[in-house]
């Protein structure tokens, strides 16, 4: 059974910096790309970044373009997402997820075995 398991969040002052992680179990983790989202309260799943199964291709919202840098570590079965510049409006719980058939856009129902999340909260 996948599983991924997210780690790294906490509470953050406003310009601060955090990486968060995303531990893979059980599949073969250098075959998947990969999907970082969040969830503020009360609204929907959003897209963050994506990153294809050999770390070539990479995609951001616009939201964190240019603060925001996932990677992965196939020897680790990790993938993290660095948030620099952190805003107020970054609070939401992080979630990881694996692409389908190679997807690592922006689209949640492409993704499948989503973690449980870590939550991310960033004071003014």
């Known amino acids: 059974q996948v599983q991924h398991v997210e780690s790294g969040g906490g509470l953050m002052q406003a310009g601060g910096s955090l990486r968060l992680s995303c531990v893979a179990s059980?599949?073969?983790?250098?075959?998947?790309?990969m999907g970082w989202f969040r969830q503020a309260p009360g609204k929907e799943r959003m897209f963050v970044a994506g990153?294809?199964?050999?770390?070539?291709?990479?995609y951001y919202a616009d939201s964190v373009k240019g603060r925001c840098t996932i990677s992965r570590d196939d020897a680790k079965n990790t993938v993290y997402l660095q948030m620099n510049s952190l805003k107020p409006e970054d609070t939401a719980v992080y979630y990881c997820a694996a692409g389908r058939a190679g997807y690592y856009g922006a689209s949640p129902t492409n993704y499948y075995y989503w973690g449980q999340g870590t939550q991310v909260t960033v004071s003014s």
């Open positions: 990153i294809d199964w050999n770390g070539d291709g990479t």
């Open positions: 059980g599949e073969t983790f250098r075959s998947y790309a």
